[in-house]
Protein backbone atom coordinates (compact mmCIF):
# COMPACT_ATOMS: atom_id res chain seq x y z
CA UNK A 1 0.00 0.00 0.00
CA UNK A 2 1.41 3.68 -0.74
CA UNK A 3 2.39 5.83 1.95
CA UNK A 4 -1.35 7.77 2.91
CA UNK A 5 -0.86 11.22 2.76
CA UNK A 6 -1.30 13.01 6.36
CA UNK A 7 -4.64 12.64 7.51
CA UNK A 8 -5.99 9.99 6.09
CA UNK A 9 -7.93 8.44 8.45
CA UNK A 10 -10.31 11.16 8.15
CA UNK A 11 -10.43 10.12 4.26
CA UNK A 12 -10.81 6.60 4.79
CA UNK A 13 -13.82 7.02 7.33
CA UNK A 14 -15.83 9.32 4.84
CA UNK A 15 -14.80 7.85 1.36
CA UNK A 16 -17.35 6.25 -0.38
CA UNK A 17 -15.20 4.26 -2.31
CA UNK A 18 -12.94 3.45 0.94
CA UNK A 19 -15.41 1.87 2.17
CA UNK A 20 -16.29 -0.03 -0.92
CA UNK A 21 -16.02 -3.78 -1.06
CA UNK A 22 -14.52 -3.30 -4.70
CA UNK A 23 -12.16 -0.32 -3.67
CA UNK A 24 -9.30 -2.32 -5.50
CA UNK A 25 -10.76 -2.91 -8.59
CA UNK A 26 -12.08 0.72 -9.13
CA UNK A 27 -8.63 1.73 -8.23
CA UNK A 28 -7.00 -0.78 -11.01
CA UNK A 29 -9.80 0.56 -13.36
CA UNK A 30 -9.16 3.95 -12.65
CA UNK A 31 -5.51 3.43 -13.04
CA UNK A 32 -6.36 1.89 -16.24
CA UNK A 33 -8.37 5.29 -17.75
CA UNK A 34 -11.60 4.83 -16.39
CA UNK A 35 -13.23 8.25 -16.04
CA UNK A 36 -14.82 8.92 -12.73
CA UNK A 37 -18.10 9.27 -14.05
CA UNK A 38 -18.21 5.99 -15.28
CA UNK A 39 -16.51 4.22 -12.39
CA UNK A 40 -19.03 5.96 -10.32
CA UNK A 41 -21.95 4.57 -12.58
CA UNK A 42 -20.73 0.99 -12.60
CA UNK A 43 -20.07 0.89 -9.07
CA UNK A 44 -23.17 3.31 -7.24
CA UNK A 45 -20.58 5.93 -6.64
CA UNK A 46 -20.52 9.86 -7.23
CA UNK A 47 -18.41 10.96 -9.11
CA UNK A 48 -17.37 13.38 -7.61
CA UNK A 49 -16.35 10.81 -4.51
CA UNK A 50 -14.28 8.39 -7.38
CA UNK A 51 -12.44 11.91 -8.13
CA UNK A 52 -11.56 12.84 -4.84
CA UNK A 53 -10.76 9.58 -3.74
CA UNK A 54 -8.11 9.41 -6.83
CA UNK A 55 -6.77 12.69 -5.76
CA UNK A 56 -6.04 12.26 -2.26
CA UNK A 57 -4.78 8.68 -2.60
CA UNK A 58 -2.73 10.53 -5.56
CA UNK A 59 -3.69 7.72 -8.17
CA UNK A 60 -1.52 7.89 -11.17
CA UNK A 61 -2.70 6.23 -14.39
CA UNK A 62 -0.43 3.79 -15.32
CA UNK A 63 0.77 3.16 -18.73
CA UNK A 64 0.85 -0.80 -17.96
CA UNK A 65 -2.51 -0.86 -17.05
CA UNK A 66 -4.20 1.46 -19.86
CA UNK A 67 -2.16 -0.96 -22.31
CA UNK A 68 -3.33 -3.70 -20.69
CA UNK A 69 -6.79 -2.58 -20.80
CA UNK A 70 -6.82 -1.59 -24.57
CA UNK A 71 -5.35 -5.44 -25.13
CA UNK A 72 -7.90 -6.93 -22.97
CA UNK A 73 -11.00 -4.93 -25.10
CA UNK A 74 -9.40 -5.63 -28.19
CA UNK A 75 -9.29 -9.30 -27.68
CA UNK A 76 -11.58 -10.14 -25.29
CA UNK A 77 -14.87 -11.07 -28.06
CA UNK A 78 -11.90 -13.53 -30.05
CA UNK A 79 -10.90 -15.43 -27.07
CA UNK A 80 -14.64 -15.83 -25.88
CA UNK A 81 -15.59 -17.01 -29.61
CA UNK A 82 -12.04 -19.07 -29.82
CA UNK A 83 -13.17 -20.81 -26.24
CA UNK A 84 -16.75 -21.36 -27.47
CA UNK A 85 -15.81 -23.10 -30.99
CA UNK A 86 -12.84 -25.52 -28.24
CA UNK A 87 -15.50 -26.17 -25.32
CA UNK A 88 -17.59 -29.15 -26.39
CA UNK A 89 -21.62 -28.48 -26.45
CA UNK A 90 -22.86 -30.20 -23.40
CA UNK A 91 -26.22 -32.15 -23.89
ZN1 LIG B 1 -11.13 7.12 -0.53
Redesign the pocket.
Known sequence: MAKLPEGAGR??TQ?????HAE?DEIERLWRAGRSSRSLGETYGLHKT?VA??AK??ALERSLDDILLAVIERALLPSITKRRRQLTPTRR
Do not use: G
Open positions: HICSVCQEANHYL
